[in-house]
């Protein structure tokens, strides 16, 4: 008798290369983003439940050695390094327009 397919969010990597199956997966998937005004934007991973173990703010994290990526965190501060820079360009073009 053939084994069942697997069902729900999780694939093991061996059946994934088995049958030649690439996904980006669930968590990469539920992430998104969008405008809450004109400057500022939400990012979110959709209230996951393994989304707050992934960041490494979860209670099991105190637990475990998996201490999370820290993504949201990380891409928040790169975010606001990047604005001065950004800042800068738009005042250029304003000043541009107004000379």
Do not use: C
Request: net charge positive; glycine share 12%.
């Amino acid at each position: 008798m053939a084994q069942p397919e697997p069902e729900g969010l999780f694939h093991s990597r061996a059946y994934a290369l088995a049958h030649h199956y690439f996904q980006t997966g669930h968590y990469a998937r539920s992430i998104n983003g969008q405008m809450v005004s004109s400057l500022h934007g939400l990012i979110t991973d959709s209230n996951v439940v393994y989304g707050p173990w992934l960041e490494g703010i979860g209670s099991r994290n105190q637990t475990t050695r998996f201490k999370g990526y820290s993504i949201f965190r990380k891409t928040r501060d790169k975010l606001q390094g990047m604005v001065p820079g950004i800042l800068l360009k738009q005042v250029k073009k304003a000043i541009g327009r107004l000379t």
